[in-house]
Every structure is written in structure tokens, then in C-alpha cells.
């Protein structure tokens, strides 16, 4: 039955209707109701703030003070606070969150951001460069010390931004990668971990054994992290052969892996 129903709610999501938040709004119209004639009866007559339009937020009264949950808010901060102790000589990343992971980075340091995309803004300690990884330009090989890409290469090949619709867009993604980082650098790797699997056009996910197997003829295996399928953060797992085969649990869960370029 809670199958069916998280069927159901995701669907309707898929549609644009979210149920939770229409529920949370009837309610809230209420209060929305009862606090402006209280505010109208405060103000009387005075006039120093007169009403403009009418501007109903509904539903936050309901809702927790932000969102310090989930894939995105754990891996990009943590990651963030990895570059910072690390603190490589150049470090580039592959499609991450521009308002999470890159601008922590930027806080502290400049960053260059490689997206198949375009980006018009002008930001301090942002570069920008638009390039497609799965052809990598030649200028770009052996090109930094540090890496990351989280939350991204699951989407490559899939064309959901507009890239090529490719099976192998990922492995030529990651093969690619290498190519651009030097000798003994470092990789910061994050995607959905779970049972094997493409949910197109969103992503992929992976088993946590298959990354241990496509990084490992490239790359030495530093530590990993992960993000189980309730938003709870686990750092510096160390993972036993049933963590591996169990994919720590996780159905949809967020793998943050750190690999060494050999």
C-alpha cells in the first residue's frame, strides 16, 4: 500500500501537482486569513507602510528553518570543506550545483566549472568553460591537481541537457577525466548508489561494486562517504564486502567516493 501511494504522490510530482504542499497551503490560507485582519487592525490609520499587492506564502509555517538534509546539501559541503583542507594548486569541477558545492569553493578560493551548457553570468573566483567531456579538447589534458564531479556524470549520454545520446557517455566521461588530471591527483566522485540501473532521462545509478571495478585500472581508492535514501549523512565508511553488495543499504542513495590518479 505505501508503495502504491509513493507511486501515486510521484506521479502527480512528475505532472507538477505536489499534493503535500496543496495540503499544507488549504491549511495554511487560514492563518494567511486570520493574520492579515489582525495586521489591518494594527495599522489603523497610520500610513508609513501602506499594503502593495498581495503576496501569500501559505505553506512555511509547516515546513523546518531550511533544508540541512539530502544528497545535495551534504555532499557539497563536505566536499567543499575537503578542498579547503587539501587545498589543491588548481581544481576543476564537472556539472556540480553552481549555487551549493561551487559556490562554497568560491568562498575561499577560485574554481573552474566545465559545463556541456552555457553560463553568461560573471562571478568572483568562477571560471566558466563550456566543453562537452565526452570529447575532451586537447588543451585540457594533464590540465589540474584536483577534480570533482557530484551529482553529474549519472546524467551524461542521457540527453537530458542537451548532450548525445550515449550508452558509454559516462565511462567516456570518467576516461576523460584521468586524461585531465595529473599523476597523484585527487577525484572527488559523487553519484546515486543503489540496485544497478538507468531512469531515463534522469540518471543512472550505480552499484557501489561497479565503481570499485571502472576506477580501479586508473585510480586507487581513497575513502568513501555516502548519503543514505532518508538524507543522512555517513563520513568515512569504511566498506566491508556486504556494504558493497548491499549498496550500504541504499536505494537511491548518494555515493561520495575519493579516488587517486595513479
Avoid at 499544507?24 to 490609520?45: E, M
Avoid at 578560493?109 to 551548457?117: G, L, V
Avoid at 570533482?148 to 577525466?177: C, M, Q, T, V, W
Avoid at 553519484?191 to 531515463?200: A, H, K, L, M, S
Wanted: hydrophobic letters at 40%; glycine letters at 6%.
Amino acid at each position: 500500500m505505501q508503495n502504491l501511494k509513493r507511486k501515486i504522490l510521484s506521479k502527480l510530482l512528475f505532472w507538477g501537482f505536489d499534493l503535500k504542499t496543496t495540503k499544507q497551503n488549504i491549511r495554511g490560507f487560514h492563518f494567511y486569513k486570520k493574520d492579515f485582519a489582525l495586521l489591518k487592525r494594527q495599522k489603523g490609520d497610520d500610513n508609513s507602510f501602506v499594503f502593495g499587492k498581495k503576496y501569500p506564502i501559505l505553506n512555511e509555517r509547516f515546513v523546518a528553518s531550511g533544508v540541512m538534509s539530502g544528497h545535495y546539501f551534504h555532499q557539497d559541503l563536505y566536499v567543499a570543506q575537503q578542498i579547503f583542507c587539501n587545498n589543491p594548486l588548481k581544481h576543476i569541477d564537472i556539472g556540480s550545483r553552481t549555487d551549493g558545492f561551487v559556490a562554497h569553493v568560491a568562498t575561499f578560493r577560485a574554481i573552474e566549472i566545465f559545463d556541456i551548457r552555457t553560463q553568461n553570468a560573471k562571478v568572483k573566483n568562477i571560471i566558466f568553460r563550456q566543453a562537452d567531456l565526452m570529447n575532451l579538447p586537447k588543451d585540457f589534458i594533464q590540465y589540474c591537481d584536483s577534480i570533482s564531479a557530484l551529482h553529474s556524470i549519472e546524467h551524461f549520454g542521457l540527453g537530458r541537457y542537451g548532450d548525445p545520446i550515449d550508452y558509454n557517455g559516462h565511462i567516456k566521461a570518467i576516461s576523460n577525466i584521468s586524461k585531465i588530471l595529473k599523476p597523484s591527483g585527487r577525484f572527488y566522485f559523487a553519484v546515486p548508489i543503489g540496485w544497478q540501473r538507468i531512469e531515463f532521462n534522469a540518471h543512472r545509478v550505480f552499484s557501489i561494486q561497479y565503481i570499485l571495478e571502472l576506477f580501479k585500472e586508473e585510480f586507487s581508492f581513497e575513502k568513501f562517504s555516502y548519503i543514505n535514501d532518508h538524507g543522512d549523512f555517513f563520513e568515512n565508511k569504511q566498506l566491508t564486502n556486504a556494504d558493497i553488495l548491499s549498496n550500504c543499504g541504499c536505494d537511491y542513495g548518494c555515493g561520495i567516493f575519493e579516488f587517486i590518479k595513479k
